[in-house]
């Protein structure tokens, strides 16, 4: 005897044989899935991407740095160089500016040695003194000398003889404030002697102040004539 089954329930409700279907809903949420994953794939490529190019352009930076610490250590040598430079044009122009004035000097002080007197070392003992901002000196004119101090060292078998050369510096138009620093009885053999230090200021006087100091003089003496 043959049955025959017949099923009246709706056809969602039927039982589904064989494979396994996700329906319309599901497809769509399959195909969304993929779609966000595909996104998320790109977007991460695009930032390794842009990863990749900022390292690079952090290695060129770099590169140009370690260019730009090369290339500012050769400027600050050359800027060096450059100062030393400078410097000793400055003091060989200093020297030759003011060469006629210290032949002037040397003779000077040559002519003011006495007898029994010789000298051992004539030096600067200080840079030259800044020039003063009060106001006296600024209503000076802009051609007074310049001054430095030196030290004067030498011998001389008696103190008069001494005396007499310091006498004869203050007189000088190139010396003023000569202090006598130090004095030492020495012996050369049976000979006795004194060693001396001698501190004073020098002028170093142009040719321009040599003849205002002249003119002066001479107006001096006119004035004191009549």
Aim: charged share 20%.
């Amino acid at each position: 005897m043959t049955m025959i089954e017949i099923n009246l329930l709706p056809k969602q409700y039927k039982k589904r044989r064989g494979g396994f279907s996700l329906g319309k809903n599901g497809t769509y949420a399959v195909i969304a899935v993929a779609g966000i994953l595909l996104m998320v794939g790109a977007i991460t490529l695009y930032q390794i991407h842009q990863i990749n190019e900022i390292k690079g352009q952090m290695e060129i930076a770099r590169a140009r740095t370690t260019q730009l610490q090369k290339d500012i250590q050769l400027v600050d040598a050359l800027i060096d160089i450059k100062t030393k430079i400078t410097e000793r044009m400055e003091a060989v122009e200093e020297l030759d500016r003011h060469r006629s004035a210290w032949v002037r000097i040397l003779e000077d002080i040559s002519r003011n040695v006495p007898d029994f007197v010789w000298l051992s070392n004539f030096g600067e003992a200080a840079p030259p003194s800044p020039p003063t901002t009060d106001t006296t000196a600024a209503t000076q004119p802009a051609t007074l000398p310049r001054i430095t101090q030196v030290n004067v060292e030498g011998f001389t078998f008696t103190l008069n003889a001494l005396a007499s050369f310091m006498i004869k510096m203050m007189r000088s138009d190139y010396f003023d404030d000569v202090d006598l620093l130090h004095t030492e009885q020495i012996a050369f053999g049976k000979q006795k002697a004194y060693n001396f230090q001698l501190s004073c200021n020098v002028h170093y006087l142009s040719d321009e102040e040599l003849e205002r100091l002249a003119a002066q003089e001479t107006a001096a003496s006119n004035g004191s004539i009549n």
